[in-house]
């Protein structure tokens, strides 16, 4: 059978991932592969290749072109307060409960440039548990993660935050968290004071501690079945019992294999709470 | 249930969902084609979409969740705030990545990737809206040799959406709404 165009191309992607997982040690053969076509070929376009031959070479022989595409692959698209009911959910449902704790321990799986982490950290402070929650952020890539604590985020997106935040459930003015410099949004630093930042890949990396609250939001839809229950099984080992999930709108752990040992608190926002 | 064969997609934006409607009310409840259904919507909205659909079809109309399987009987709905992707087995796929054409979900972004999946199967059809989105997706599917049909413009609510299509495919089809519902009627398999 002559192989067409498209099934050619599926074949040098699988060749190109198992090649990056033996160079690099990222492994993407876990990744929902649509996405992943998709974002290859919108890679390329963004770079001038012609072909995917031209973008082996350019990821095997400059680590940077390989950071560069590592950011452009895992989709890095986040907002503050994304879905304002959940964080409303968060702040109502769930803080209320972990404040019972002399200490919190959250982990924020999937950060990328640190939107949602200074979302959480404005939610803890408000509800007086900053002090004594440690927040975990951790991401895949290396380049996002620097972005993550700095907190500059464009002021362009300050008006949808601000309603975000509102509806979120904000107790102060939102802009008493930022000052805006030069069309960027600086938050304060202080927010992040208690927040440990490290790359972790949830495709191969295992637990690190135990939490009291694991945030996974919008992360999960990019993977496949297998890949979900292996961080579903991970999420499970590093969580207290009694702990907390929080994945993205449209995520569910329904179909895993741990979902027996959890409860749905919030099922419009996808928090769920593991059994005793 | 064996896999669907072809697949339908629908896109449309402003005068969208009114002119959907019309093409799918008299589709029966065992309509052999699964429907999808990428309509715009205010990203702030969270849309009923879901109720307005399953109160005036036969079909079961439904908000798509990752993973799930096409299935005939069914129109999926794209949810807010998500591109919608098709993978080879023939389940749904979620993306919250940037927008296209200002919008997230983008009717470009499902048209490609359904005419990826099902190749000449595909039937793409692009109704009323004030965007361009759809364009390079329904050019995509014909150019895969898909069926690519566009609302007729004198027709349409807002003209935008189906004249940037008419212009950018000449050999579409242009058709009404009445015609597009009897083509579709005409594709079931009883």
């Excluded at chain 1, 076509?37 to 022989?61: A, E």
């Excluded at chain 1, 961080?231 to 207290?240: A, P, T």
């Amino acid at each position: 059978m002559k192989l067409n165009n498209d099934a050619l191309f599926e074949q040098d992607v699988e060749a190109l991932i198992r090649e990056i997982h033996a160079q690099y040690g990222y492994d993407f053969s876990g990744y929902a592969r649509a996405s992943v076509y998709r974002r290859i070929k919108r890679f390329l376009s963004q770079k001038h290749l012609n072909s995917l031959d031209d973008l082996r070479k350019g990821l095997f022989s400059d680590s940077f072109f390989f950071e560069n595409f590592l950011q452009e692959v895992t989709v890095n698209v986040t907002e503050m307060f994304r879905d304002p009911t959940f964080f409303l959910s968060l702040r109502t449902n769930v803080l209320p409960i972990l404040s019972t704790y002399p200490f919190i321990k959250i982990w924020d799986a999937g950060c990328s440039t640190g939107e949602e982490l200074f979302s959480l950290a404005i939610l803890l402070k408000e509800e007086g548990l900053l002090d004594r929650t440690k927040i975990y952020a951790t991401d895949i890539n290396q380049k996002v993660l620097k972005q993550a604590k700095e907190g500059i985020f464009s002021a362009t997106n300050m008006p949808a935050y601000t309603s975000g935040y509102y509806a979120a459930g904000g107790k102060q003015e939102f802009s008493s968290y930022y000052r805006s410099n030069y069309g960027s949004a600086k938050f304060d630093s202080s927010l992040v004071k208690n927040v440990v930042i490290y790359p972790h890949n949830l495709a191969t990396d295992s637990s690190f501690n135990e939490f009291h609250l694991i945030l996974c939001r919008n992360v999960l839809i990019y993977f496949n079945r297998e890949l979900q229950e292996r961080v579903f099984r991970l999420f499970d080992e590093s969580m207290v019992s009694l702990g907390y999930l929080g994945l993205g709108k449209k995520e569910t752990l329904a179909m895993s294999g741990i979902s027996s040992n959890y409860n749905l608190v919030d099922k419009s926002n996808r928090i769920y709470r593991k059994a005793n | 249930m064996a896999a669907a064969s072809n697949v339908i997609v629908i896109g449309g934006s402003w005068g969208g969902i009114q002119a959907s409607l019309t093409i799918l009310k008299n589709l029966p409840a065992n309509y052999s084609i699964p429907i999808i259904l990428v309509l715009h919507r205010l990203r702030t909205t969270e849309g009923n979409l879901q109720e307005v659909f399953g109160k005036r079809l036969a079909l079961k109309a439904v908000e798509i969740e990752e993973k799930e399987a096409l299935l005939p009987g069914y129109v999926y709905l794209a949810p807010a705030n998500y591109h919608v992707l098709i993978e080879k087995d023939h389940t749904f796929s979620l993306d919250d990545s940037e927008l296209e054409n200002y919008s997230r979900p983008s009717i470009d972004v499902t048209f490609t990737s359904a005419a990826e999946v099902f190749k000449d199967r595909t039937i793409g059809i692009l109704l009323s809206g004030a965007s361009k989105d759809g364009s390079s997706g329904l050019k995509y599917i014909f150019e895969k040799r898909g069926t690519a049909i566009v609302q007729d413009p004198e027709e349409a609510e807002i003209d935008t959406m189906p004249l940037a299509a008419i212009h950018s495919i000449p050999g579409c089809s242009v058709l009404n709404l009445e015609q597009i519902q009897a083509f579709l009627l005409s594709l079931h398999d009883h």
